[in-house]
């Protein structure tokens, strides 16, 4: 790999992966906790405010995609860390199901890993292209592994509207990295693909 694709593959791997560690710390204690929590009784009701997460990303990873390709990765990647974080502070304020629903819903509008996927397409070669897709992964699977470690002992310490704080410091984390992969020159990306009108296969340019 390219000094540069390397560069591109860990700056965004460490976007993803501070985003997902911040998702990912709260699923292993986010039910028990939810039982001292008005309407936590409810197995339905915790179920949805786990979810809703996953059902709003579902709901937006295409068109945010499809924005991504109109105006720019970079900025659609900065709202979704934006929405990232201002949902955590609106759930970690809150004590209430019903407001911390809210909170995971507007996390999810930050759909941006099919944009983030994108980027870093856009900034390698296809000969190096799965090896950089697969550093993305191998963070996501290792901040999984972390937050099953340290998710029990940081809910004992800093409780759930800690956890969520920190949620939010993460998802900061992860806006300072973009902030500084912004200000570095970038390349323009080694290929774009463009669908011609008279040809049932797609053709490759490059820059």
Not at 50 to 60: E, W
């Amino acid at each position: 790999m390219e000094r540069s694709e390397l560069r591109a593959a860990f700056a965004l791997s460490g976007i993803f992966a501070l985003r997902m560690l911040g998702l990912f710390l709260i699923l292993p204690v986010f039910s028990m906790h939810a039982k001292s929590l008005p309407g936590g009784d409810q197995a339905t009701l915790v179920g949805l405010a786990l979810g809703i997460y996953g059902m709003v990303q579902a709901c937006l990873h295409i068109p945010l995609g499809m924005l991504s390709d109109k105006y720019g990765r970079r900025p659609v990647v900065a709202v979704g860390l934006v929405l990232f974080v201002l949902g955590a502070l609106i759930a970690a304020s809150h004590d209430d199901l019903a407001w911390i629903t809210v909170g995971r819903a507007i996390q999810g509008a930050g759909a941006i890993s099919a944009a983030i996927t994108a980027w870093l397409a856009d900034l390698t070669r296809e000969e190096t292209r799965t090896r950089s897709m697969a550093m993305v992964g191998g963070s996501i699977a290792l901040t999984f592994a972390l937050s099953l470690v340290i998710a029990a002992p940081l809910h004992e310490l800093i409780g759930l509207n800690g956890m969520f704080y920190l949620m939010a410091l993460l998802g900061l984390g992860a806006t300072a990295m973009l902030t500084k992969r912004s200000s570095r020159k970038e390349r323009m990306p080694f290929a774009r693909w463009q669908w011609p009108t008279s040809s049932h296969a797609p053709c490759r340019q490059t820059r």
